[in-house]
């Protein structure tokens, strides 16, 4: 579908500040919205909300549709009376530009134990019809998660697959007895997510109240170490002990040259088509219900994807495989009617891939900082935009563009200078300036680059296992942002 002309962020709730060592969804979350207000934007960009498991990277959940427990705020479970000032006082943490997962999760652990206690001690009739109407709305996949938290909780959150051979294979004795032995982890799992859906859901109202709408991010594979694999093994390429077979990745491209072996198990897409991709279809309806629209994570892999055997090293060794294509969607607008995706077709794009996003009218990505490594024919260029689509100046798998002028090859900054009619001194400005006056409908710039932040302050670099997903900001740094300059050039592009 076609958006209106407008204009936003891209930053993840991990890098709001705050007390507490990861940013959630407290005051400080409503500080960025009010941000976006005053400088007339009506676009969020956020990545997955889902729990992060491995390197902590949103795109490596344990679950496909679980909210990530560390975003809900303690100061608004003080607000609820399930916890005190001086208890919440304790967990405190230095406001740093980095995320210290280990402190803050292990802080937010006790506080949310505390709070999952009292609310099931002072629990009323009208709290539990709503949490009883809430289990019973997300039971297609929130009693499975339960379990599979509580189970590998207790087992070092190691594979599924390293478990028990009866619990790994879901022998339905196995599964009686974990549902016995667990029951205090899986009210503490349910209330978790309760508390994440209900926190998630009045800062979305106060977002949209304001006129702001916010872009989710589904990625097209799930996580091996996941609920959906284990409660699902039918719809993944894995053997029946639960051993990945072939894998998800891409080949060697601009991020990599050796390419990205992500490690995901690929779909068994004809055994999803047998039940009318239900499971896809349930996914694409969870997310439709807590955004406002999804870009869509490598759309190119629905059209065709890079299958790579599980025993390999590297993404080098693959071939591509024919996607489900137009099934897939036409099943998912059956159900969910129209479809505000965005899709992220960034890479080497086939006719196919133009095709299949152009037959559902899905705008496409476009990213100044790939413009500058050819001639003026260069698609990322401005001037060969189509209106349908979206540009960033960079994406969170990008560098600042500050960092990427600093460290691009002489002849791209040169052709950068050159098209900006600019000295590069002010990089982020003149990116951030060719994607307000394009054509593109929607433009959306990385937080950083209105910070005007150097490459320190990256969000993730693609093929690489650490360091990732730690940037955050302080208070001060979004006070320090011009907002007068931007809510200019919102108004001077009628993106307002």
């Not at 949310?112 to 709305?137: G, P």
């Not at 260029?381 to 500050?402: A, E, F, K, M, R």
């Not at 302080?474 to 009628?494: A, G, R, S």
Request: hydrophobic letters at 35%; glycine letters at 6%.
């Amino acid at each position: 579908m076609r958006f209106p002309r407008s204009s936003g962020t891209l930053v993840h709730p991990t890098s709001f500040p705050g007390k507490y060592g990861i940013g959630d969804f407290g005051n400080e979350a409503r500080d960025f919205i009010d941000f976006l207000e005053e400088t007339a934007q009506t676009i969020w960009q956020i990545l997955p909300l889902t729990p992060t498991g491995y390197g902590n990277s949103p795109y490596a959940s344990y679950s496909a549709f679980a909210g990530n427990p560390y975003l809900i705020s303690p100061d608004i479970l003080v607000r609820k009376g399930l916890l005190t000032k001086k208890e919440v006082s304790k967990a405190e943490l230095p406001s740093d530009v980095e995320i210290d997962y280990e402190k803050s999760f292990s802080t937010k652990n006790v506080l949310l134990k505390l709070a999952s206690e009292r609310f099931y001690k002072t629990i009323d009739a009208d709290q539990k019809s709503r949490f009883d109407v809430f289990k019973k709305q997300n039971k297609f996949w929130l009693n499975d998660y339960a379990l599979f938290m509580a189970c590998g909780l207790d087992r070092g959150m190691q594979p599924w697959n390293k478990w028990e051979d009866k619990l790994a294979q879901r022998d339905p004795e196995a599964i009686s007895k974990a549902q016995k032995k667990y029951k205090e982890e899986l009210a503490h799992q349910n209330w978790l997510q309760f508390e994440f859906s209900n926190q998630w859901s009045d800062l979305k109202r106060y977002a949209n109240d304001k006129g702001v709408r916010i872009i989710g991010d589904i990625p097209i594979f799930v996580d091996h170490n996941s609920a959906d694999v284990w409660a699902n093994p039918k719809y993944f390429e894995v053997d029946k002990k639960g051993n990945r077979k072939l894998v998800a990745g891409v080949p060697p491209d601009y991020f990599s040259k050796t390419g990205q072996l992500w490690g995901n198990p690929l779909y068994k897409w004809k055994v999803l088509e047998k039940d009318g991709f239900s499971w896809w279809v349930a996914r694409f309806n969870h997310m439709f219900s807590i955004c406002d629209a999804i870009r869509v994570d490598h759309f190119r892999g629905f059209d065709a994807y890079w299958e790579v055997k599980a025993s390999e090293k590297t993404a080098e060794n693959g071939r591509w495989v024919k996607g489900p294509g137009e099934k897939l969607f036409n099943a998912i607008l059956e159900d969910c009617g129209e479809l505000p995706i965005l899709a992220e077709d960034l890479g080497f794009v086939t006719e196919g891939v133009e095709k299949l996003r152009d037959k559902y009218n899905f705008p496409g990505m476009k990213i100044i900082q790939f413009a500058f490594d050819s001639d003026s024919s260069n698609s990322f260029l401005p001037h060969n935009y189509p209106q349908n689509c979206v540009v960033y100046s960079g994406t969170h798998d990008n560098d600042t563009s500050i960092g990427w002028y600093t460290s691009a090859p002489e002849v791209e900054k040169h052709r950068a200078r050159v098209y900006t009619r600019s000295a590069g001194n002010d990089i982020n400005w003149e990116f951030i300036r060719l994607g307000m006056y394009s054509v593109a409908d929607q433009a959306i710039f990385p937080l950083q680059d209105f910070m005007g932040l150097d490459a320190s302050h990256r969000t993730n670099i693609p093929g690489t296992s650490s360091d990732n997903w730690t940037w955050r900001y302080t208070e001060e740094m979004l006070e320090q942002v011009d907002k007068e300059k931007i809510k200019e050039l919102v108004i001077n592009t009628n993106r307002k």
